[in-house]
């Protein structure tokens, strides 16, 4: 199965080893089928899950055939619990394939990672900068190449929105972490549409423990001490969003929280008011 992400790539499902059964059978270390009940088997898995009991889980895998930009492929294998194999360009020549986004986004002033769609001008006009840059970086390969030049010193001119391809084989325990990270909205937009294919395959073979996944890990809120302590004094002194901006900012004029996660505190806290 093969889902397209992008302008030019892709996330395709090449292989699959266990499903939830597996999960089951090695939390069990029982290799007979039918020994509990659907409802039983669907139970440990959310147990595992929820006390994060997960090396039943390492026990199921998956392999991906991904084509992206070369900039994605940087975030992605900075996640280094995978076996994969990359596209060399220092064996092949590559191909004039490259990443030209539909939209530009601007500079989130309150992320340094952060960007925001919307609030640029000339979208258009800036649009055809990264187009005319990728036909100007692969005539300049191909002249390389053309003159001698050795393939791995020819690539040093290719841009980063150059599509590579990679086989990435990974367990499902360590690629449930990939995708709580990389599914996240601050997350770079481009490696969300990749994380969000990944998930969308794997669900269909693991769905009692995506299920458990989402409901303990992805769709769930950690709180630290210091903030469980501001929801106390949030909960005695009446939940709403005034009281909630006080108490925060007190807890951080006290130097209890820098302003960096006293803002990440009220927006996290927001939820327990429902505003």
């Known amino acids: 199965m093969e889902i397209k992400v992008l302008d030019k790539g892709f996330v395709r499902l090449v292989d699959s080893m266990g499903t939830d059964s597996r999960i089951v059978q090695s939390a069990r270390v029982s290799y007979a089928d039918g020994t509990k009940s659907v409802r039983q088997d669907k139970g440990l898995i959310d147990f595992l899950t929820r006390h994060k009991h997960t ?23 900075r996640h280094r619990t995978s076996s994969l194999n990359q596209m060399s360009a220092r064996y092949s020549i590559m191909r ?8 530009v986004r601007s500079q989130d002033e309150n992320n340094k990672q952060g960007s925001l769609f919307g609030g640029v001008e000339g979208e258009n006009e800036l649009i055809k900068l990264f187009e005319e840059n990728a036909e100007r970086a ?8 053309n003159s001698g030049v050795a393939r791995e010193m020819a690539r040093m001119v290719l841009p980063q929105n150059l599509y590579t391809e990679v086989y990435w084989k990974q367990d499902l325990h360590n ?13 770079q937009w481009e490696i969300q549409q990749y994380a969000e294919a990944m998930y969308q395959l794997v669900k269909e073979i693991t769905p009692w423990a995506i299920e458990s996944w989402e409901e303990h890990t992805l769709e769930s809120i950690s709180l630290g001490k210091t903030e469980r302590q501001i929801l106390k004094e949030l909960a005695s002194s009446g939940m709403t969003v005034s009281n909630l901006k006080e108490i925060v900012n007190r807890f951080v004029e006290e130097g209890k929280l820098s302003k960096g996660r006293g803002r990440e505190t009220k927006e996290k806290l927001k939820e327990f008011i429902g505003s």
């Open 175 to 187: 690629l449930l972490h990939l995708l709580r990270l990389r599914m996240d909205s601050h997350a």
């Open 138 to 145: 692969y005539r300049d390969y191909e002249n390389l190449l």
């Open 96 to 103: 004039d394939e490259f990443y030209i986004p539909s939209q």
């Open 55 to 77: 090396s039943p889980l390492e026990q199921v895998e998956f392999t991906f055939h991904i084509k992206l930009p070369l900039f994605v492929m940087a975030q992605l294998v």
